[in-house]
């Protein structure tokens, strides 16, 4: 019930490309859901973050689409850069609860 | 910077010794969140401290961990007896509540390697 599972586990996309990574969970009471960014040797970042009232969020080149009905979210980052190679989770959370992360992708963008 | 100090940043311990590691908030934060994150895993959540108080521990604290956050500031996270399970990087976070989502900022953590 608290799973988020992730999918691809890795991904490796050319120069310019979309890399869409997918988030599936089952708690329908959960009500945040955060994508962090993780540098070998860092912590994850905060990257960017969806409430279900809405079905897609977009900042700059990263977009989340949300789908309520299929439990489902996603992660497309637009026009890939070699810079954001690094290895991205999905999480989510009931309100002012702790997250749940999913197992990670590890992208890597070819140049 | 992310505002979460964490020390050591790489602890290589033999099987059976003790260690600690510490978190500083930079700033003042009610909220922190130790998680544990193996190779190839997301961060896998073990405890949470609301100021001083420890208010939620996940089954994957055994009795060999203990963490405390005694004046609501800083935190340490002690690992007894190690075994080589417990080699993983071990990540503090703050919590900051934003319209009523919890946004974590992590630390860079501390790499434990239990030989």
């Known amino acids: 019930q608290q799973q988020v599972k992730q999918s691809p586990q890795s991904l490796i996309v050319q120069k310019g490309g979309i890399s869409i990574i997918n988030c599936a969970y089952e708690n329908t009471a959960f009500d945040y859901f955060p994508w962090y960014q993780q540098f070998p040797g860092k912590g994850p970042a905060l990257l960017i973050a969806?409430?279900?009232?809405?079905s897609e969020k977009k900042e700059g080149r990263f977009t989340i689409s949300f789908n309520k009905s299929a439990k489902q979210f996603s992660l497309h980052i637009m026009d890939s850069q070699p810079g954001d190679s690094a290895t991205y989770f999905c999480?989510?959370?009931?309100?002012?609860?702790?997250?749940?992360f999913g197992e990670g992708t590890q992208l890597t963008v070819n140049p | 910077d992310t505002g979460v100090s964490q020390d050591p940043r790489h602890k290589i311990t033999k099987r059976g010794q003790n260690v600690t590691f510490r978190c500083d908030p930079i700033s003042e934060h009610n909220r922190l969140y130790w998680y544990r994150q193996t190779l190839g895993q997301g961060p896998e959540f073990l405890t949470y401290f609301q100021n001083e108080a420890q208010l939620e521990k996940s089954r994957l604290l055994s009795d060999r961990f203990s963490a405390e956050r005694p004046k609501g500031s800083f935190s340490t996270l002690e690992i007894q007896r190690t075994e080589q399970g417990d080699s993983a990087m071990y990540l503090c976070?703050?919590?900051?509540?934003?319209?009523?989502?919890?946004?974590?900022?992590f630390g860079a953590g501390s790499r434990l390697t239990v030989l």
């Open positions: 999480a989510a959370s009931t309100s002012g609860s702790r997250l749940t």
């Open positions: 976070a703050l919590s900051l509540s934003v319209s009523g989502a919890n946004v974590l900022t």
């Open positions: 969806i409430r279900p009232d809405v």
